[in-house]
C-alpha cells in the first residue's frame, strides 16, 4: 500500500490566534500554495482512493481543496488529530485493506514521528504542506520512504 502523508498548509500563527486551536484557520498563503500543490498533484495522477484527513480546520481544509481536485473521496478521521502515530495510522490502514493508495494529512511532530517508525529510524521533518510518500508491501511490517517532497517543490 503506497501511503501518503500530506501536513496541513500554513495556517495563522498560534501566537496570533485568539479562539480554539482545533478552529486555527489556513492563511491566504496557505489557500493559494494548496491550491498550487492540488495541481501538481493532479498532474503526477497518484492514483489516490480516499483522503483522510484530521478534523482540525487547517487539516480539513487542506484536504478539501486536494480532494476536490483530485476528485478523490475525502473522510475526516479523529485519530489523525494531535497525538495521532504509528498504531492509530496501522488501525486506520485496517479499514481500507483494498486500498492500494490512500493519502492522511494531518500534523507536527505527529507526522515525522510516525514516518520514522513505519520506516525503522531516522529524522524525518515534514514541513507545513510538504508531501511524503511510504511504501508498506505488507501493511503490518516496516514501510520504505519513497519520497519526502516540500512544499516548495509541490507548489510550484
Same mark, same amino acid.
Given at each position: 500500500?503506497?501511503?501518503?502523508?500530506?501536513?496541513?498548509?500554513?495556517?495563522?500563527?498560534?501566537?496570533?490566534?485568539?479562539?480554539?486551536?482545533?478552529?486555527? $484557520?489556513?492563511?491566504?498563503?496557505?489557500?493559494?500554495?494548496?491550491?498550487?500543490?492540488?495541481?501538481?498533484?493532479?498532474?503526477?495522477?497518484?492514483?489516490?482512493?480516499?483522503?483522510?484527513?484530521?478534523?482540525?480546520?487547517?487539516?480539513?481544509?487542506?484536504?478539501?481543496?486536494?480532494?476536490?481536485?483530485?476528485?478523490?473521496?475525502?473522510?475526516?478521521?479523529?485519530?489523525?488529530?494531535?497525538?495521532?502515530?504509528?498504531?492509530?495510522?496501522?488501525?486506520?490502514?485496517?479499514?481500507?485493506?483494498?486500498?492500494?493508495?490512500?493519502?492522511?494529512?494531518?500534523?507536527? $511532530?505527529?507526522?515525522?514521528?510516525?514516518?520514522?517508525?513505519?520506516?525503522?529510524?531516522?529524522?524525518?521533518?515534514?514541513?507545513?504542506?510538504?508531501?511524503?510518500?511510504?511504501?508498506? $508491501?505488507?501493511?503490518?511490517?516496516?514501510?520504505?520512504?519513497?519520497?519526502?517532497? $516540500?512544499?516548495?517543490?509541490?507548489?510550484?
Amino acid at each position: 500500500m503506497k501511503v501518503f502523508f500530506l501536513r496541513h498548509a500554513l495556517a495563522v500563527n498560534r501566537a496570533d490566534w485568539k479562539g480554539d486551536d482545533a478552529a486555527r $484557520p489556513l492563511t491566504d498563503e496557505g489557500i493559494e500554495k494548496t491550491k498550487r500543490t492540488a495541481a501538481t498533484l493532479a498532474d503526477l495522477d497518484l492514483g489516490l482512493e480516499v483522503i483522510i484527513t484530521s478534523p482540525l480546520v487547517r487539516a480539513r481544509h487542506t484536504a478539501e481543496i486536494v480532494a476536490n481536485k483530485l476528485k478523490v473521496k475525502l473522510v475526516e478521521d479523529a485519530r489523525l488529530a494531535p497525538g495521532f502515530n504509528e498504531k492509530k495510522l496501522r488501525a486506520i490502514l485496517a479499514d481500507y485493506p483494498d486500498a492500494n493508495a490512500l493519502m492522511v494529512v494531518g500534523h507536527e $511532530p505527529d507526522f515525522s514521528e510516525t514516518i520514522s517508525a513505519l520506516i525503522g529510524g531516522g529524522q524525518i521533518i515534514c514541513k507545513k504542506g510538504g508531501l511524503a510518500l511510504v511504501n508498506l $508491501p505488507d501493511t503490518s511490517k516496516q514501510g520504505e520512504l519513497v519520497w519526502l517532497i $516540500p512544499p516548495k517543490v509541490l507548489a510550484r
